[in-house]
T-cell receptor, first 111, second 118 residues
Framework: DAKTTQPTSMDCAEGRAANLPCNHS???????VYWYRQIHSQGPQYIIH???NNETNEMASLIITEDRKSSTLILPHATLRDTAVYYC????????????FGSGTRLSIRP | DTGVSQDPRHKITKRGQNVTFRCDPI?????LYWYRQTLGQGPEFLTY????????KSRLLSDRFSAERPKGSFSTLEIQRTEQGDSAMYLC????????????????FGQGTRLTVV
């Protein structure tokens, strides 16, 4: 079973920051927070991951609370191409471990 | 490198027929995963391989399903005696996993094979 809780859907205006929350209150010490997204009719795409420090890459920023029980994925300037389902996943840091997906958050970007 | 490739992209079959899908992972990726995804749901794990060895199978993988990766490169997923409930998107992913965590990669997914059983 997925160990995360996400809102079913969200929307955001184009050009604004999209903030996607995720609760993972049962996360254990060796588990990282990963985010993937899935654009319609495509396979999931890796976005970012982190352990306890905030992380940023060319796609997004990841903010993890100090107690690690929740996190927020931030798309700083959302575009229409960011419309997708976003999955928050917790797993040990090892690409050997399988990814268990939940239902994710369907993000719609308004023009 | 063209990423993870899956073939075919779409397959329509009659109930009771057998179907086989192929996945070509990113070269040198030693891990290969199969997932199934139905409409409105997240992908569900089916099985994964480390090189040619199948290391884990989900209970979702009934005895009508079989996956192989004979030479540790491409993989096939066969469904025998298809049922309408098998209609789904079948996704393949690959990753590199070695002892040195710094050389590990994330899982990269293919575009999937959409199966429709009529």
């Amino acid at each position: 079973d997925a160990k995360t809780t996400q809102p079913t859907s969200m929307d955001c205006a184009e050009g604004r920051a999209a903030n996607l929350p995720c609760n993972h209150s049962t996360i254990s010490g060796n588990e990282y927070v990963y985010w993937y997204r899935q654009i319609h009719s495509q396979g999931p795409q890796y976005i970012i991951h982190g352990l306890k420090n905030n992380e940023t890459n060319e796609m997004a920023s990841l903010i993890i609370t100090e107690d690690r029980k929740s996190s927020t994925l931030i798309l700083p300037h959302a575009t229409l191409r960011d419309t997708a389902v976003y999955y928050c996943i917790v797993r040990p840091y090892s690409s050997a471990s399988k990814i268990i997906f939940g239902s994710g958050t369907r993000l719609s970007i308004r023009p | 490198d063209t990423g993870v490739s899956q073939d075919p992209r779409h397959k329509i079959t009659k109930r009771g027929q057998n179907v086989t899908f192929r996945c070509d992972p990113i070269s040198e990726h030693n891990r290969l995963y199969w997932y199934r995804q139905t409409l409105g749901q997240g992908p569900e794990f089916l099985t994964y391989f480390q090189n040619e060895a199948q290391l884990e199978k989900s209970r979702l993988l009934s005895d009508r399903f079989s996956a192989e990766r004979p030479k540790g490169s491409f993989s096939t997923l066969e469904i025998q005696r298809t049922e309408q409930g098998d209609s789904a998107m079948y996704l393949c992913a690959s990753s590199l996993s070695r002892g040195d965590l710094n050389s590990n990669t994330e899982a990269f997914f293919g575009q999937g094979t959409r199966l429709t059983v009529v």
